[in-house]
């Protein structure tokens, strides 16, 4: 895979007690599309069973046809948009993952990613489980079934005490809606009300377009639990830890009009180019963004340094993530194909290009690069984050070490190689006080290296000891 920058993770979205469950769910996709294209799926309940539709493809593309939703019936529906993180991009990944156990019947959608997956896989091969999926999600399944406890709930509770990571879940029954937020609170996580149902989703741009009433934030380490009465019981089954949400949902993740971690996305990273224009300014004729995530920063720039803002790159937001290369004749396809400069307002100007990261430094080096052959007699490239020198293991598919330039290259060196006159970040500090919600620690590991939750090193056998014989017998 060619990384250019960090890779969407996954987008989950719930609606239990609405008639129009599953078209909701449809739509609370469509907005959160941002967050994963490979493939979509909805797993809807009509209190008799559960029926789903997942593939590989755009939401619109899957659910094209109207007909699917007569396939789908009940009135509480939980659907996933995917980027993935662990398992392969294949059509067996598709979430929902939809199962029967002794139990009966459970969908489970998940963003995020188990640091510890492979230690537990491989023990539950060891113990004989038989994995459908190369996805970490289809450990959660393994454990919950395996659970000695009686209730569902107690069953999930029991199943996320043995996982160490990063999950915002979305389980659907017959008859129960089930949401959890991990203890960190990496990802973000919503709940809404619309009408007599309730609304459960990664973002609350989702609940503004069914015009849900957005209730509140489901908070690190909470459970909530939707059931036939229409009540909600909200539990904190979890051992308590100082929440570490991700900071880079503010500077990429997020759509701008979204709400998460206390704070409006835009607002923030309008704040992020105020902050990065007190600590690298520099004498401009023009701000222009990388657009679309650079775009909130570019004003915010613009604004605290005086210096006018223009659209000076178009993006074409009719490209997908597949398109087929002409021969190597023309230069630069991949960047030209999503991006072309607005020549009468760059040529002959000393231009200031902001982004929200550099990962490999390849499509900064072809920004810098385009900007100049439109004619601009200087390019000051300016990042609305500190430099990304670590992998993510939360959810966030980024490169390994070695592949992210800013882990075995300083700012000068980087700055010669994307070919700019000049090159800031944004400090850590100035992110921090960027974003700027009260007493908030957030999970800075991309930057720092400084992982709250720590992961185990692979293993290429079955450390057997995390499980007994008494966890595979059945019970009643």
Sequence with gaps: MNFTRPQEECGIFGVYGHPEASNLTYLGLYALQHRGQESCGIV????????????????????????IFKKLPGTSAIGHVRY???????????????????????????????????????ELEAYGSIFQTTMDTEIIIHLLAISRTNSLVDRIVDSLNRIKGAYCLLFLTESRMIAVRDPNGFRPLCLGKLGDGWVVASESCALDLIEAEFVREIEPGEMIVCTRDGAIESLFPFKKVTPTPCIFEFVYFARPDSYIFGKNVYMARKELGRQLAREYP???????????????????????????????????????????????????????????????????????????????????????????????????????????????????????????????????????????????????????????????????????????????????????????????????
């Design 84 to 122: 993935s993180t662990a398992g392969a991009s294949v059509e067996k990944n598709v979430q929902p993952i939809m199962v029967d156990y002794s139990r009966g019947s459970i969908a489970v959608a998940h963003n995020g990613n188990l640091v510890n997956a492979q230690i537990l896989k491989a």
């Design 282 to 476: 520099i004498e401009a004729d023009v701000v222009i963004a990388v657009p679309d995530s650079g775009v909130p920063a570019a004003m915010g720039y613009a604004e605290e340094s005086g210096i006018p803002f223009e659209l000076g790159l178009i993006r074409n937001h009719y490209v997908g993530r597949t398109f087929i290369e002409p021969a190597q004749s023309i230069r630069h396809f991949g960047v030209k194909i999503k991006l072309n400069p607005v020549r009468e307002l760059l040529k002959g100007k000393r231009v200031v290009v902001i982004d929200d990261s550099i990962v490999r430094g390849t499509t900064s080096r072809k920004i810098v690069k385009m900007v100049r052959n439109a004619g601009a007699s200087e390019v000051h490239m300016r990042i609305s984050s500190p430099p990304t020198s670590y992998p993510c293991y939360y959810g966030i598919d980024t490169p390994n070490r070695k592949e992210l330039i800013s882990s075995s290259h300083s700012i000068e060196e980087i700055c010669r190689y994307i070919t700019a006159d000049s090159l800031g970040y944004l400090s850590e500090d100035g992110l921090v006080s960027s974003v700027g919600v009260g007493g908030t620690e957030f999970c800075k590991a991309c930057f720092a290296g400084d992982y709250p939750v720590a992961f185990p090193k692979p293993v290429d056998k079955p450390q057997m000891g995390l499980f007994t014989e008494e966890d595979y017998k059945e019970h009643d």
């Design 44 to 67: 809807s309940s009509d209190g008799g069973g559960l029926y789903a539709h997942k593939r590989m493809g755009l939401v619109a593309d899957v659910f094209g046809n109207p007909e």
